[in-house]
T-cell receptor, first 113, second 113 residues
C-alpha cells in the first residue's frame, strides 16, 4: 500500500474527446509526477509538479496538461485524444522535489477508440 | 541522451532457480540507478537502488551492483519464489532538474512451482 490513489481505474474515450485523470498523493508529499506506460513498454515521464508549479516536462505535446492542488491531489488533462494515447497512466508522489523515494499509484487504464 | 536497455523477456524459471536480468544504461552525467517491480494490478514499487559507482543495492534477496566501467546494473537473486513473479523495470535518474526517471521496457518474470 503506497498511499497514492488514482481514479478512475479504467476509462474508455473516443478520439477527439478530452479526459481528466485524478491522483491523491500521500499527505505531506509536495511533488507529483505523471508517467505514461504504453502496452509492453516502460513508463515515460510526462511532467512533474512541485508545490503547484510545473517543474519539468518530458517529450509530450501541450495537449497534455496538469494541475496540483494544496490538498495533495492532482490532475492530468489530455485534450483532443488520439488513438496512441491509449495507455496506463501512473502518478507518483514524493517529497523534496522528487529527490526522495517515489510512491506510485496503481494507475488509470485509458482506452481511446 | 539518457536511456536504459533491459534484456528481452519473458523469463520463465522454476522455483529456487537463480535469476539474472541484465540492464545497461547510457547517461549524460552521473545517474542514480534503480530497479522497480510491478506486480499484477498494482503500481510500481521501488525494489532497490544505488547512487554511485560500485554501490550494491539489495532488498528481499535481490541484489544489483552499479558498474560504471560496463554501464550496467544487473539484477540477481539466488533462489526465486513463485511470489517473485512480476514485471521488473530498470531505471535511471540524472541528478538535478525535475529528477525524472528514465525506464527500460521491463522484463516479465514468471516463476513456476
Amino acid at each position: 500500500e503506497t498511499g497514492v490513489t488514482q481514479s478512475p481505474t479504467h476509462l474508455i474515450k473516443t478520439r477527439g474527446q478530452q479526459v481528466t485523470l485524478r491522483c491523491s498523493s500521500q499527505s505531506g508529499h509536495n511533488t507529483v509526477s505523471w508517467y505514461q506506460q504504453a502496452l509492453g513498454q516502460g513508463p515515460q515521464f510526462i511532467f512533474q509538479y512541485y508545490r503547484e508549479e510545473e517543474n519539468g516536462r518530458g517529450n509530450f505535446p501541450p495537449r497534455f496538461s496538469g494541475l496540483q492542488f494544496p490538498n495533495y491531489s492532482s490532475e492530468l488533462n489530455v485534450n483532443a485524444l488520439e488513438l496512441d494515447d491509449s495507455a496506463l497512466y501512473l502518478c507518483a508522489s514524493s517529497s523534496d522535489g522528487g529527490r526522495e523515494k517515489l510512491f506510485f499509484g496503481s494507475g488509470t487504464q485509458l482506452s481511446v477508440l | 541522451g539518457n536511456s536504459v536497455t533491459q534484456m528481452e523477456g519473458p523469463v520463465t524459471l522454476s522455483e529456487e532457480a537463480f535469476l539474472t536480468i541484465n540492464c545497461t544504461y547510457t547517461a549524460t552525467g552521473y545517474p542514480s540507478l534503480f530497479w522497480y517491480v510491478q506486480y499484477p494490478g498494482e503500481g510500481l514499487q521501488l525494489l532497490l537502488k544505488a547512487t554511485k559507482a560500485d554501490d550494491k543495492g539489495s532488498n528481499k534477496g535481490f541484489e544489483a551492483t552499479y558498474r560504471k566501467e560496463t554501464t550496467s546494473f544487473h539484477l540477481e537473486k539466488g533462489s526465486v519464489q513463485v511470489s517473485d513473479s512480476a514485471v521488473y523495470f530498470c531505471a535511471l535518474r540524472i541528478q538535478g532538474g525535475s529528477e525524472k526517471l528514465v525506464f527500460g521496457k521491463g522484463t516479465k518474470l514468471t516463476v513456476n512451482p
